[in-house]
């Protein structure tokens, strides 16, 4: 079992900056990559960024370049930095932890979600 702790989500106005952190606990260390996704109403969930225990990053590409997903893997802690934030970054941001289950396979652990609202 891995339990997520976000935290840092509220109300920013464009152009402002937010950082949001997910600690986990639990079976942490097991868990690669960890990641964050965002669900805005209406819409699927998406990837947001992702980062394994080694260091390697992937950011979507309505992001890059505005935010920086970093890891501590002694803290089995994420941070997400959110730069530049637009009106269309709005959404609930979910912490995403991948646990290895056998081969391949992998079981998703999902955060309660943070709100992070920019506004115009």
């Known amino acids: 079992q891995v339990q997520l702790v976000e935290s840092g989500g509220g109300l920013v106005q464009a152009g402002g900056s937010l950082r949001l952190s997910c600690e986990a606990s639990?079976?942490?260390?097991?868990?690669?990559?960890m990641g964050w996704y965002r669900q805005a109403p209406g819409k699927q969930r998406e990837l947001v960024a992702v980062?394994?225990?080694?260091?390697?990053?992937n950011y979507a590409g309505s992001v890059k370049g505005r935010f920086t997903i970093s890891r501590i893997n002694a803290e089995n802690t994420v941070y997400l930095q959110m730069n530049s934030l637009k009106p269309e970054d709005t959404a609930v941001y979910y912490c995403?932890?991948?646990?290895?289950?056998?081969?391949?396979?992998?079981?998703?652990?999902w955060g309660q979600g943070t709100q992070v609202t920019v506004s115009s």
């Open positions: 639990g079976s942490a260390r097991s868990v690669n990559p």
């Open positions: 995403n932890a991948k646990y290895p289950v056998w081969g391949d396979l992998q079981y998703d652990y």
């Open positions: 980062c394994t225990s080694g260091g390697s990053t």
